[in-house]
């Protein structure tokens, strides 16, 4: 079975009704996508970790906290002042960094961890990524822009040339990644193949029909961050006690993780309201592939090669350019 949670369609027209655009120190709004990548803010959340690290520096912080599918609707909320805080893989963050530069400035907060994404079928004569043909369907939670497809491209062009890169971009489809599983496990739908992220995949390979392609983690040479949260400069200059609370919240999480696996899989299921096996997602926390860690890896990749193919307009010059200051003491990449 495939959990479903509530998405929060944001647009200007609702944020505009909702209330003001700006929230004052004390307040933090915050959004996350779906999946175990979003772990960190699973435990920041059930344990009231913001509330209570802002405590201590002597504040009540309100938190709100809201479901959306796809770096799209992420980044106009945070653009439009509906959200102070979102979250998505490191490429659109990537790019709402580069189209900010000089206006709203967005960067990078942290890390959610490193994790491997992968390339999924159940089409039996799909082996490598030559193999799909303009019959074949890939969903992704975005389509073009997303984690997934940046990756896609990136791996495109080293198989295709540069000038090659959105090869597969008219046969990806936009789809949560819920939906897009039971419909690669249920086979009867024109989707058959998702570039997916834990636990989803697990759960798709679980299927004798579905197979992987493809890892993200072949595309980078290794371990790489998956999700990051950022925000807007305005919101990490003028909400400083605030922002500390938070980014705070996120190193307790991680260290609350690493000590207690099996507790922090409960957690998962808990917040999420997830149906998937105790079982499997304990084993998904403890697979060493994966790393519950707010320092980013090898997240300089993607500022390089989507520079090089165009996606990107600035070249930075180190990670430490996309990230505030907060997450630049640990050894990032």
């Known amino acids: 079975m495939v959990f479903k949670r509530p998405v929060l369609l944001v647009s200007l027209a609702a944020s505009l009704l909702t209330g003001p655009l700006a929230h004052a120190e004390g307040k933090i709004s915050i959004a996350q996508q779906f999946g175990i990548g979003y772990l960190i803010l699973d435990v920041v959340r059930d344990q009231q970790l ?83 043909t303009d019959k074949d369907r890939i969903a992704v939670p975005a389509a073009g822009v997303g984690f997934q497809s940046r990756t896609l491209q990136i791996e495109t062009a080293k198989a295709f040339g540069n000038d090659h890169y959105k090869k597969f971009d008219d046969i990806s489809v936009s789809l949560p990644h819920p939906d897009a599983t039971a419909a690669l496990i249920g086979g009867q739908s024109e989707i058959n193949s998702h570039f997916s992220s834990p636990p989803f995949q697990y759960q798709a390979l679980q299927s004798p029909n579905v197979h992987k392609v493809l890892s993200s983690y072949d595309v980078l040479g290794g371990p790489a961050t998956f999700n990051v949260l950022y925000t807007t400069e305005k919101f990490h200059d003028e909400n400083p006690k605030t922002y500390k609370a ?24 808990r917040v999420e309201q997830s149906k998937l096996p105790l079982p499997l997602v304990e084993s998904i926390v403890n697979d060493p ?40 003491g640990g050894a990032g990449s």
């Open 50 to 132: 913001i509330e209570k690290q802002g405590k201590a520096q002597g504040i009540e912080i309100k938190v709100d906290w809201n479901s959306i599918s796809g770096a799209t609707a992420m980044n106009e909320a945070l653009l439009t002042g509906a959200l102070d805080v979102v979250s998505a893989g490191v490429p659109p963050m990537l790019t709402i960094w580069d189209r900010t530069r000089g206006k709203q400035n967005v960067k990078a907060i942290a890390s959610l961890g490193s994790m491997p994404n992968y390339l999924l079928t159940n089409n039996p004569a799909i082996k490598t990524l030559k193999d799909f």
């Open 246 to 269: 938070f980014y705070d919240a996120l190193v307790e999480a991680q260290t609350l993780i690493k000590t207690d696996k099996a507790a922090a899989a409960q957690t998962y299921i």
């Open 289 to 328: 592939e994966i790393d519950f860690t707010v320092v980013p890896q090898r997240t300089y990749i993607y500022a390089e090669k989507l520079q090089e193919l165009g996606v990107l307009k600035n070249k930075a010059g180190s990670w430490k350019d996309y990230f505030f200051e907060e997450a630049h």
